[in-house]
């Protein structure tokens, strides 16, 4: 090392070798929404050349179907009850450390475009006696403002949490955005069906407003002398199902070729209260179905669009060889499937399923498809693993770094994937706690406060149609499963604080 080497802090030093991350989290887009996860309606050349590029996780698990406790969860590597972040509309408690503060406090430069949503962003809650009462408050009682920042490490921060909701209307860049260029949020209606509308056009759109951020961020901080990480939130595919015209138009002359929604008559009947109480979906017509599932692809076809812009973007500013680029959802969307919408309290395959890709090109497998069980919670240890963070004592996910790296497939990971839904949301006064557990073969969720619960042999039934909880041939599966599940409540008890004596 030479003098002037010595000189920079020890935590600074070697930070020019060290990769670029650019995070791309879409909201509630559930994975067979992509070409390269086997959906042939959809267009999405980008991600699938993504996909080929670098490595595919086809089993990929967020730990609950909404945002706030899954993007708690993947952005430590800690599970939703130990972050105490279990619900949305949390405040993130202050010990709680997010990478992106973690990279900064080693010399990263950190952005984010979109929503972080470890705070409230709606509260109606405020001046409430009953907090489970919250479908009393109309808009009223919106919170006007900007999420409560933490101590995120983000040092740049274009906040927009939900385009066209109450906590936007005057406070985010987005809605900024539009109106600098003489635009105006709306979203008229179709005159063709009753479960869609217009969505913004492209060069007023969500999706483009984000990208823009992103593009300008890593052409900001290229050619530095420390790395950058970039959080691109991307709101689309969430509802309203909103998407951009042109994009939903080539679906239209489809639609009779596009599936109705899964869904087997009665099947909610022999599941645990709530999926009699939460219905979400409306008597729709077979159209209005088929122009919902439409639209939602539409929707993510459109945000490939813009993939193609930032990928180009990235190439062309010499920095993809030296860039992690993570895709993934927070969670997924019902989207009908067992005549329901949208998300949580459920906890199908396609409320927690996510896309999950990762390309470092040069450092990790090409094309490689890992068939096993992977978790969000894995995606946090793995960049400690690569970045030498120290911080795998708080961590308790897995890291993928082999699974990453070595180019044979992989069958198998993980023994199971967990999820946890604690009373996420208010369901007009229900306080539902789920847990879950999916192995390669069943689904277990137990509905401790109704003691029901969900089993689901997923060779014979892997749509998640028939509830075996009560089914005598499956006593010994429900027991084995029971005690895989026990054994993972144990093992994500909080590993903090660390012990430091042996008494
Ligand atoms: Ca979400």
């Known amino acids: 090392m030479n003098e002037a080497n ?62 706030t406790p899954s993007r708690g969860s993947f952005l430590t590597g800690r599970y939703p009850s130990t972050n105490r972040l279990r619900q949305n509309g949390q405040l993130c408690p202050p010990d709680i450390r997010i ?38 408050y109309k808009n009223d009682y919106y919170f006007w403002g900007t999420e409560k920042r933490l101590d995120d490490g983000y040092a740049e921060f274009y906040w927009n949490h939900a385009p066209g909701s109450g906590s936007n209307q005057y406070c985010s860049d987005y809605n900024r955005w539009v109106q600098e260029r003489g635009g105006e949020i709306q979203y008229p209606k179709r005159g063709d069906c009753n479960s869609v509308v217009n969505g913004m ?22 050619d530095m002398h420390y790395p950058w990480l970039f959080s691109l939130n991307i709101f689309d595919p969430h509802p309203h199902f909103d998407p951009e015209p042109s994009f939903l138009e080539p ?34 017509s077979d159209h209005d179905k088929k122009m919902m599932v439409a639209a939602y692809w539409a929707m993510c ?129 229900q306080r539902i706690y789920l847990n879950m557990l999916r192995t390669e073969t069943h689904k277990i969720i137990v509905a401790h406060s109704t003691n029901e619960g969900e089993l689901y042999d997923l060779v014979k039934d892997p749509g998640e149609h028939h509830n075996l909880w009560d089914d005598p041939d499956y006593a010994a599966i429900k027991c084995d499963l029971l005690l895989q599940l026990s054994h993972r409540q144990a093992f994500t008890t909080d590993p903090l604080p660390e012990r430091i004596g042996i008494y």
């Open 6 to 67: 010595s000189q920079i802090p020890e935590q600074w030093q070697g930070l020019e070798e060290k990769p670029n991350i650019l995070w791309i989290c879409t909201d509630q887009q559930r994975s067979d929404t992509l070409g390269c996860y086997g959906n042939a309606f959809v267009r999405t050349p980008t991600i699938d050349k993504l996909a080929s590029e670098g490595v595919l996780f086809e089993q990929a698990f967020a730990q609950n179907s909404l945002c």
């Open 99 to 136: 990478l992106p503060k973690m990279l900064a406090e080693r010399g990263y430069v950190c952005g984010l475009s979109g929503k972080l949503h470890l705070s409230p962003c709606d509260m109606r809650f405020q001046n409430t006696q009953t907090k489970d009462d919250w479908w009393r």
């Open 201 to 222: 056009p492209d060069e007023l759109h969500q999706t483009t407003w984000a990208v823009d951020q992103a593009i300008n961020f890593m052409q900001r901080h290229k």
């Open 251 to 284: 679906y239209l002359n489809k639609l009779d070729d596009i599936p109705l929604p899964a869904y087997v008559d009665g099947e909610n009947e022999k599941k645990p209260q709530h999926h009699q109480k939460e219905h979400g979906v409306v008597e729709w």
């Open 301 to 429: 076809d459109h945000i490939d669009h813009h993939m193609k812009r930032l990928f180009d973007a990235l190439e062309a500013s010499g920095q993809k060889d030296n860039t992690i680029i993570i895709f993934h959802s927070d969670h997924g969307e019902l989207l009908g499937d067992h005549n329901k919408s949208p998300k949580g309290p459920f906890l199908y395959d396609c409320s927690v399923r996510v896309p999950l890709i990762i390309s470092w090109p040069g450092h990790i497998a090409q094309g490689k498809r890992v068939k096993g069980l992977v978790e969000l919670t894995d995606i946090a240890p793995t960049l400690n693993d690569y970045l030498d963070l120290g911080e795998e004592g708080s961590m308790q996910g897995i890291s993928l770094r082999e699974v990453l790296e070595d180019p044979k497939d992989t069958e198998h990971v993980r023994e199971n994937a967990y999820c946890e839904y604690h009373n996420s949301n208010p369901h007009k006064g």
